[in-house]
């Protein structure tokens, strides 16, 4: 232990994990503490019994529900976008070898008190029973429109610049209504609240973009794609790369006390009486509990089924967002399901989440509208957890602390904030321009 390293990372959440693999990858020589004894940190996988002893206090879940070994429960599920920031990431490190993954079946949007599938092409729109003929029309228009846009072909871009036309704007230009508006921005665009809608277009039109790209990718009901046994790999994936690089991964170390100069850099991380040295460190917020503020609190249900979600073509695999104004809420609502298609659960059972941010103290009733839509559930757990973000000057202490995981069931904004990470570590920014087909012969 009583080695230097460049950077030490602490807690072995996905976040942390796939920082550790970049930087190990970069050269730097990595050291990755957790004081769990598991792997994940809060975005770890559960199983049966294990899920029990957290929501029930008891080891003995029915045995109805099947074999306990059988059932890898992600805390933090998160579908993962077939064109998006994470699967570039995974194939820049080469970590994809260690994953293999499925196409999610469904993407879906809650509208007018009915689920739909969420239209991503001008055909598709035409189709859809979201909106009348006329509006298909102008839907139509606007979705070839953004297909054709090229940042760096002004032809494409009718006069307008987006970086300073207003979603808003752009939107009245082609006549659409709130309806469509709602699901374009959130179950498209990913967008988690109202605001974008007076912010430039540009970065919808490239949300919309990813998503069609995503979608026409694996030719499947959704863009999406997810780890068969789930989210749980990536952590352990992360952590033999590292150990390729000669990096180290140390579980179950209590403490992990992080110690600092008398100017307040951080110089080593203490564990068990023993200090190892360091340049820098990368952790989650429980880890430096001053350096961070709560800025929200998340209430999410977790069921058990022994059906795929009504109303969903029987998706085994699919994701439903529930725009905030179909609510009358401030933010969105999400829902994701998995099953034992991609082995988190034995045959014949489905797990969904449904989760917030939450605006009451009474996680139940905020999230009747989502649990409405599930159906009949075997089992169901009610859980609400703080979210955190840093508040600490990276360039004086540094610490690079990650945010806590938001509600969204996809992990756009996780990488998000992976990719800024790596960017105030290391000065540079990761070069995502990879070959994406390098991810595509494991999906089957």
Partial sequence: MDEEYDVIVLGTGLKECILS?????????????????????????????????????????????????????????????????????????????????KAVDGSFVYSKGKVHKVPATDMEALKSPLMGIFEKRRARKFFIYVQDYNESDPKTHEGMDLTRVTTRELIAKYGLDDNTMDFIGHALALHRDDRYLDEPVLDTVKRMKLYAESLARFQGGSPYIYPLYGLGELPQAFARLSAVYGGTYMLNKPECKVEFDDEGKVCGVTSEGETAKCKKVVCDPSYLTNKVRKVGK???????????????????????????????????????????????????????????????????????????????????????????????????????????????????????????????????????????????????
């Fill in 21 to 101: 693999g970049l930087l190990s990858v970069d050269g730097l020589k990595v050291l990755h503490m957790d004081r769990n004894d598991y792997y994940g940190g809060e975005s770890t996988s559960l199983n049966l019994v294990q899920l029990w002893k957290r929501f029930r206090g008891s080891d003995k879940p029915p045995p109805q529900l099947g074999s306990s070994r059988d059932y890898n429960v992600d805390m933090i599920p998160k579908f993962i976008m077939a064109n998006g920031s994470l699967v570039r990431v995974l194939i820049h490190t080469d970590v994809t070898k260690y994953l293999y993954f």
């Fill in 298 to 444: 998340v209430a999410r249900a977790i069921a058990i089924m022994s059906h795929p979600i009504p109303n969903t073509n029987d998706s085994h695999s699919v994701q439903i967002i529930l725009p905030q104004k179909q609510l009358g809420r401030k933010s969105d609502m999400y829902l994701f399901c998995c099953s034992y298609t991609h082995n988190v659960a034995p045959k014949g059972k489905f797990i969904a989440f449904v989760s917030t941010e939450a605006e009451t103290d009474n996680p139940e009733s905020e999230l009747k509208p989502g649990i409405d839509l599930l159906g009949q559930v075997d089992e169901i757990f009610f859980e609400a957890y703080d979210r955190f973000e840093p508040v600490n000057e990276p360039s004086l202490d540094n610490c690079f602390i990650s945010t806590s995981y938001d509600p969204t069931t996809h992990f756009e904004s996780t990488v998000d904030d992976v990719l800024n990470m790596y960017t105030l570590i290391t000065g540079k920014v990761l070069d995502l321009n990879v070959d994406l087909s390098a991810a595509s012969a494991a999906e089957e």
